[in-house]
């Protein structure tokens, strides 16, 4: 028997054992083709040197090879190592440091001739994907009967019975070892390893230890599995902190202070715009739960995976720093069709608009940041930017296919009309704007006197005052007064 039948043999033996459906008898080893399916397998059959099919007679298992170089990844592979991991969420953080525990597992697959199972739609596939290409660590995709609408995987395995099996289950049960990434607490993956621990001959489990809440890696340790640990990789600290001081005369002069030192008082450009009506056009930056507007998801990807912890710094103030560096606003859809990417902006003055900002729990997120840039009304409309039309939805067909872009839905529970929404259609690049034209502002803090150091615009810095009302509010009775530092 070669080593690929034996491989697949020792599948279905373990998908035997797990969930009980008989022992193990002589197999039955045959050549399929690519069109396998429950009811016509002899037809299949006849169809030499296509598929591998290994099918246990008393359980009911059968795995099935997607090609010849599926085949060829068996029969070189020295051991399987399935990775596993519970949800990775939305914060670049995190991604980031998952990412680390990853590229370990990749890297020493690579360099062990391991190859990985991913279960086909499991959280760590697409990460898993990326890692693989960046390492050159072997990968294969296992899916668990047919799914409409996806690409066939590597490995398909199939049961005749009525097993109840989840692609985690059947991860976690063919491989010879587990590599936990994360694991949450009372969740189904860590069910599931711990009746992978309750087996006499579980082979080995490495379970991530991490800070992150529910993590249930200690938990598994107690209960058999090998701890886990990633280091975090640290950048040295910059020992001189920079901040912005505006001089008598009006000027921005850089100032460079001490580490630990508060920041010199005394900022900075022109106040009178933060309150001025028909004047100037904000534009308020927010944190991004993944890439930027000009970069693309696999892109994102391998540069949390591959960057320094800087990379994974994604919030409202890091967002205005790369516009700043950048020098222009980049569309995106965020709010609008994905036809039409605009930028966009709000005529209500600034400190009014901060005043009314409110938690969106539906998006886990702010309306409003006090971070961004604004820009003068009559210069946004010399460029092409225009108010929103806000109507119902079968409005939206009426307008010109060039003026789809100010198309806003009116809204159900919150009227958007209140924004005073205008937009641009594609990239404002803010290079070809006068200096007085264009104006930054950011929440106070050290950091942000930090990141906001030699910038080619006025800058105001903004601080806030919470006062509870006797009244209830939507902020839970709590009202933010802001005004300039």
Same mark, same amino acid.
């Given at each position: +028997? ?100 990853? +590229? ?34 072997? +990968? ?20 005749? *019975?009525?097993?109840?099996?989840? =692609? ?5 049960? +063919? ?8 694991? =949450? ?5 860590? !069910? ?5 621990? /309750? ?27 090998? *701890? ?22 009006? /000027? ?7 580490? *630990? ?21 904000? !534009? ?26 800087? !990379? ?84 939206? /067909? ?12 009116? *809204?159900?529970?919150?009227?958007? =009309? ?68």
């Amino acid at each position: +028997m070669g080593s690929v039948e034996r491989t697949i043999r020792c599948w279905c033996d373990r998908l035997d054992a797990a969930f009980q459906l008989g022992a193990s008898e002589p197999t039955q080893l045959g050549i399929a083709g690519s069109a396998l399916s429950k009811s016509d397998d002899s037809a299949a059959v006849s169809k030499a040197n296509e598929r591998l099919v290994h099918a246990s007679q008393a359980a009911r298992f059968s795995v099935e090879l997607k090609d010849k170089e599926t085949e060829l990844v068996l029969s070189n592979a020295c051991s399987f190592t399935s990775l596993v991991s519970s949800r990775w969420g939305h914060d670049p953080q995190r991604h980031r440091k998952l990412g680390q525990y990853l +590229m370990r597992s990749a890297s020493e697959a690579r360099i062990q001739q391991t190859v990985l199972l991913v279960a086909v739609g499991s959280a760590v596939e697409p990460w898993a994907r990326r890692a693989s290409k960046l390492t050159g660590a072997s +990968m294969l995709r296992i899916g668990f009967e047919e799914r409409a609408g996806r690409s066939r995987p590597q490995i398909l395995v199939r049961c005749s *019975g009525h097993v109840m099996m989840t =692609r985690d289950q059947g991860a976690i049960t +063919m491989a010879d070892r587990i590599d936990a990434l994360y694991v =949450r607490r009372s969740g189904h993956i860590e !069910h599931c390893l711990i009746k992978r621990l /309750e087996q006499p001959t579980h082979h080995q489990l490495r379970v991530g230890i991490t800070s992150l809440p529910n993590c249930a890696g200690f938990q598994l340790m107690q209960a058999g599995a090998i *701890g886990w640990f990633v280091p975090e990789q640290t950048e040295p600290a910059d020992p001189v902190r920079k901040s912005v001081h505006v001089g008598s005369s009006g /000027e921005r002069v850089a100032v460079k202070q001490s580490s *630990g030192q508060e920041p010199q008082a005394g900022l900075f450009a022109a106040r009178a715009w933060l309150e001025e009506m028909d004047g100037w056009l904000v !534009h308020c930056t927010r944190a991004s739960n993944g890439p930027w507007p000009d970069e693309t998801r696999a892109q994102y990807q391998d540069t949390i995976l591959t960057g320094d912890s800087q !990379h994974a710094n994604r919030t409202a103030l890091d967002a205005l720093s790369r516009i700043i560096q950048s020098r222009q606003l980049l569309a995106s859809a965020i709010v609008s069709s994905r036809e039409y990417p605009v930028v966009c902006f709000s005529a209500v003055p600034l400190l009014r608009l901060l005043q009314q900002r409110c938690f969106r729990a539906h998006v886990h997120r702010w309306d409003y940041e006090p971070y961004g840039i604004a820009v003068r009304l009559e210069v946004v409309r010399r460029l092409g930017g225009l108010p929103v039309i806000y109507g119902q939805p079968e409005d939206r /067909e009426k307008l010109s296919s060039g003026q789809r872009f100010r198309y806003q839905a009116l *809204g159900k529970s919150v009227d958007w =009309r209140k924004e005073k929404e205008w937009r641009i259609a594609g990239n404002l690049p803010l290079r070809t704007l006068q200096e007085d034209d264009v104006r930054v502002f950011a929440l106070d803090s050290p950091l942000a006197r930090e990141s906001l150091i030699d910038i080619p615009w006025g800058l105001t810095l903004l601080e806030r005052e919470t006062r509870r009302l006797s009244k209830k509010t939507q902020n839970g009775g709590l009202s933010e007064i802001w005004k300039a530092v």
